[in-house]
């Protein structure tokens, strides 16, 4: 029943097609009307189902929203034809049918206000093609407007208020393009285009407010996005599944609870100048073989998670060109075989984790990148893993490149500047090559490399690093025209102009009087060969013959064979049945760097390996980086794996107070500690545990649980070095290396030594030889200018040979 007038006029100019009538219901009006014709309808509510078949024009004779359109069941408005309906207000109430239906046409709907509980507020289809302007579906019960069957058509400034489903739906083929549109509180994804030759053009659009995904593209769907924003959702900001392939160009994704932008499948993503900000889990997720996101110009920031920002695994290639990535846990994560990243001229700052991480067989390509503030610059994690880092800098890290596990990279003029540990750092069989990388002002090592790792070094360079340039273990990296500023440990490879281009460093053997023997390199051997066999042990009275040969350090000797001898006795007292005093061989060591602590756990550890007290006595050490993981539960994993490499031997833990930070806040490093608390009583006899550092900040890692004072009951501390210490080392140098110390020379040096400031940067052992280095160094320049050097001349070093003081 109609509660109002519809006049049927012809505005047409020609005098003849004129007409003018007046009828009670709308379907009357229709059947009147012809192609052209303009029904104006009078305020009121028409509960008819109406058809409009031909090209005419609908509207409310009072203005938008004073005509409504109501029918008890079925679609409420029909249009399978060129027409035009303005500011009507459509209303249907059947949960199986769409409330305005648009088939096989191109009419232009302007100012509809579609308020209704059915299947569909809107539904274009069989290749339709209209244009609607300012309209609003508010559908609670279903989908909001549904573009299915070869259907397109132009959205101009609409909005989807509410939807029980999606709020708008494209498949089938079809192909809409929205403009200026809004969408928001849906129950579904806010934009949903599925199927193959579907797609989606959307330019100046926002999503919001969505239970659900954002924007989901699946099955070979495609989608062009300029302009628009996504946020507030609960699920993905954006998904994209099975070969979907989507464009953004200057989209702003923020506030997302999960994965801003994920995709699956062999989907196909491309951002340009975009935005991705506050999420929860990761900013970028790309997943599956096939799968591709090519970011260019974007800034992904703020995550409100503790999840990677960009997530690259199980085969998926992800490419960043000039983005940057910061204020995140961790930037980018690269994980499994045949996954892949090539970053370009991109900056990732402000990283409370590491920046960039690659594990499981995955590959990375970072050129010209920037990497600041960061807990770890680059993490390459296990073996397989691998990739290059190319003129790369990275600044103000706690550590800036690590390599573990049998990883192998490669880093290509790189820089590593003011790192407060490392600055790069590689251990548990990891390799790596470094060609040109330079480290400057670390305030821990340059390059430290540990378990006899081999990784390859070529013309790389240390400057002011705190604890030295260089330190390696045997059998140590290969080296090749690598030099330092005179920071550099007992291991720096540049020993002046008598060294041999290339070779490899032997083991830190702290102060036996030595440098590093030279030797020219052999081939690299496969990670996948056997590991060669242990050496036989050493018996006690030679080991201790090393221990005596030390310089100085007669406390800690004293310290070391009361230990050896009360473990003595009291196995011969055991084999005598009687019982043997209690031994407490885990040792904390305290000093300052330098004082040979690392030497001294590794003869310790073969001297029990004599005694038959441990089955090997290899020295595993380890840091803070070697035990503590980024998320729960891997910190226990990482010092349960250091704990297993090290049974049968000692494992080391230097720096171990950094374990137990004065501000801990959610750090991990107590997690280590009562994790090694926990493995040290279940396996009281498999491993002696050993941990080093400065004396006042190994009082608070005591103190950092109750079960580790009871267990490190007895400290050995290493003394800084004397004057006339220092000089002895320099005199073993010196003879080692076919030197001599003229006249003056050694009372030059006890000068010398005596006005070295010792702070915490000094060296010990260290600064001793990297004097002596110093004075190689500047004996050679002096005889470069003479022509007929003689053998005598050849050998001495003179006082004029000491550097400057630091």
Request: aromatic share 4%; net charge negative.
């Amino acid at each position: 029943m109609a509660h109002g007038v519809v006049q049927v006029t012809n505005p047409s100019s020609s005098r003849w097609r004129r007409r003018t009538g007046e009828y009670d219901t709308l379907a009357a009006a229709l059947e009147a009307a012809g192609d052209g014709d303009v029904l104006s309808v009078s305020p009121g509510t028409y509960r008819e189902n109406l058809v409009l078949d031909r090209s005419v024009t609908l509207r409310g004779t009072d203005g938008p929203g004073t005509v409504r359109i109501a029918p008890a069941s079925g679609v409420a408005l029909t249009v399978r034809a060129a027409a035009s309906v303005h500011g009507l207000l459509i209303e249907g109430q059947d949960i199986s049918a769409a409330a305005l239906l648009v088939e096989a046409s191109a009419p232009e709907l302007s100012g509809l206000r579609i308020s209704t509980r059915s299947a569909v507020g809107l539904e274009v289809r069989d290749n339709a093609r209209p244009t609607v302007r300012r309209c609003s579906v508010d559908n609670p019960a279903g989908l909001g407007i549904s573009v299915l069957d070869g259907a397109g058509g132009l959205f101009e400034e609409c909005e989807v208020v509410a939807a029980g489903q999606s709020g708008i739906s494209v498949r089938g083929g079809a192909g809409p393009r929205l403009e200026r549109c809004r969408v928001h509180h849906t129950a579904g994804a806010g934009l949903s285009v599925t199927g193959e030759h579907s797609s989606l053009e959307a330019v100046g659009c926002e999503v919001f407010e969505i239970r659900g995904a954002g924007v989901q593209l699946s099955s070979r769907a495609t989608g062009h996005f300029t302009d628009c924003q996504v946020h507030r959702t609960t699920g993905d900001g954006i998904s994209l599944d099975t070969d979907a392939v989507l464009s953004l160009a200057d989209c702003d994704i923020h506030d997302i609870p999960e994965n801003a932008v994920d995709l699956r499948a062999r989907s196909v993503l491309t951002l340009t100048r975009c935005t991705v900000r506050r999420f929860g889990r990761n900013g970028l997720s790309v997943w599956d073989p096939g799968t591709r996101a090519d970011a260019n110009h974007c800034e992904i920031h703020d995550s409100t998670g503790d999840y990677p920002a960009v997530w690259v695994s199980d085969g998926a290639v992800a490419i960043l060109d000039a983005c940057r990535v910061h204020d995140v846990p961790d930037a980018l994560f690269v994980l499994d075989r045949g996954s892949r990243a090539d970053v370009v001229d991109s900056d990732f700052t402000q990283i409370r984790n590491t920046a960039v991480s690659v594990s499981d067989g995955a590959n990375i390509q970072l050129d010209d990148c920037r990497i600041k503030e960061a807990a770890t610059g680059a993490w390459f994690r296990d073996h397989g893993s691998g990739g290059t880092l190319a003129q790369v800098t990275i600044d103000a890290t706690a550590t800036g490149v690590i390599v573990t596990k049998g990883a192998d990279p490669a880093l290509e003029r790189c820089t590593v500047t003011n790192s407060a540990e490392s600055g790069i750092y590689v251990s548990a069989e990891g390799r790596g090559t470094f060609n040109g990388c330079r480290v400057t002002g670390s305030r821990g090592y340059g390059f430290h490399i540990i378990d006899g790792c081999r990784s390859t070094l070529t013309r790389c360079r240390t400057e002011r690093c705190a604890r030295g340039g260089y330190e390696f273990a045997e059998p140590g990296p290969v080296t090749e025209e690598c030099t330092s500023d005179g920071a550099a440990t007992e291991e720096e490879p540049h020993l002046g102009p008598a060294a041999p281009a290339q070779t490899t460093a032997a083991q830190s053997y702290g102060l036996l009087g030595g440098v590093p023997v030279q030797r020219t390199s052999a081939p690299t051997a496969s990670l996948s060969a056997e590991p060669p066999a242990a050496p036989p042990a050493r018996d006690s009275e030679t080991v201790l013959g090393d221990l005596d040969a030390l310089v100085g350090l007669d406390s800690v000797k004293r310290e070391v064979r009361t230990l050896i001898d009360l473990i003595s006795v009291g196995r011969r007292r055991e084999q005598a049945g009687l019982k043997a005093p209690s031994a407490r061989r885990h040792l904390v060591f305290t000093g300052s760097p330098g004082t040979g602590k690392t030497t001294v756990a590794r003869l310790y550890g073969e001297i029990l390996a004599s005694l038959g007290v441990l089955e090997r006595g290899h020295l595993v050490e380890v840091a803070r980086v070697d035990l503590v993981g980024e998320h729960i539960g891997s910190t226990a994993i990482r010092t349960q794996e250091a704990f297993d490499r090290a049974r049968g031997g000692v494992l080391f833990i230097d720096e171990a107070y950094a374990l137990a930070p004065e501000d801990a806040g959610r750090d991990f490093g107590r997690e280590a500690i009562d994790t090694l608390v926990k493995l040290m009583e279940d396996h009281r006899d498999a491993v002696v545990v050993i941990v080093a550092g400065y004396t006042e900040e190994m009082e608070r890692f005591l103190t950092s649980n109750p079960g580790v004072a009871s267990r490190f009951s007895r400290t050995v501390t290493f003394g800084d070095y004397s004057a006339e210490e220092l000089l002895r080392i320099v005199e073993s140098q010196a003879a080692d290396q076919e030197y001599q110390l003229g006249e003056d020379t050694g009372e030059a040096l006890l000068k010398y030594f005596g006005a070295v400031p010792r702070g915490p940067g000094f060296g010990n052992g260290r600064t001793a030889r990297q004097t002596f280095e110093a004075m190689v160094e500047r004996h050679a320049v002096r005889l470069a200018h003479v022509a007929e050097p003689t053998h005598e001349e050849l050998q001495l070093l003179y006082p004029e040979d000491l550097p400057e003081l630091p």
